[in-house]
């Protein structure tokens, strides 16, 4: 028999810890409930925010995932709002990754790209120094911070941002916040969601 396949004495503890699954599907639950949370305030915000969205885009369509295996950690996210329809992508995402951060996202593809690259330009100083960053990443998909995958959006980083951006088909704008961050211990995920969606408004904005 492999050893590969063996236990060690740590594994094996962690194995009959009956205590760490308790926890683990009590937090499980306790992130659920945030994500409601932060739900009902996004469907509020939509409710009073004018958005320059796809024709077919329905500000009510949302959708919450849990998983398992992004990177090998667990996950789970609200997509509110939710739209994938063919490259059309103009969904809002508010993911909880464990063992790495939150994350807040707007995910945008398709035939309104090219006017929401505009207005992250043009409307620059507005969005910029409030903690966003610009994907770098070849995929909507990668959810990893730094070097190599993010750029801070910051407001001397204007001329590289537009110069990125123009070279691009997608764009994906996120605020990352730590899971020490005292709000995120403290519950307050619909607060930090919301305001990441307040400070890009800008770019989907008429």
Request: net charge positive; with cysteine.
């Amino acid at each position: 028999m492999s050893h590969s396949l063996s236990f060690t004495d740590e594994e094996t503890a962690l194995l009959a810890d009956a205590r760490f699954f308790r926890k683990k599907a009590r937090i499980t639950e306790k992130i659920r409930g945030q994500l409601e949370a932060t739900q009902a305030v996004l469907k509020a915000e939509l409710g009073r925010t004018a958005l320059l969205t796809p024709p077919d885009f329905s500000p009510a369509r949302v959708q919450f995932v849990k998983g398992e295996h992004l990177e090998s950690f667990p996950y789970q996210y609200l997509d509110c709002p939710k739209h994938f329809h063919g490259v059309e992508k103009c969904t809002y995402r508010t993911l909880f990754w464990w063992g790495h951060h939150v994350a807040c996202a707007w995910l945008l593809e398709g035939r309104l790209v090219k006017q929401y690259k505009t207005h992250l330009v043009d409307r620059f100083h507005t969005i910029a120094g409030q903690g966003l960053e610009l994907s770098l990443a070849p995929t909507l998909w990668e959810w990893k911070r730094g070097e190599g995958y993010t750029l801070p959006i910051t407001h001397d980083r204007k001329a590289q941002i537009a110069a990125v951006v123009a070279e691009r088909s997608f764009l994906k704008v996120v605020r990352f916040i730590p899971l020490d961050d005292p709000l995120v211990q403290a519950g307050e995920l619909a607060r930090l969601s919301r305001e990441a969606f307040l400070s890009m408004k800008p770019i989907l904005s008429p």
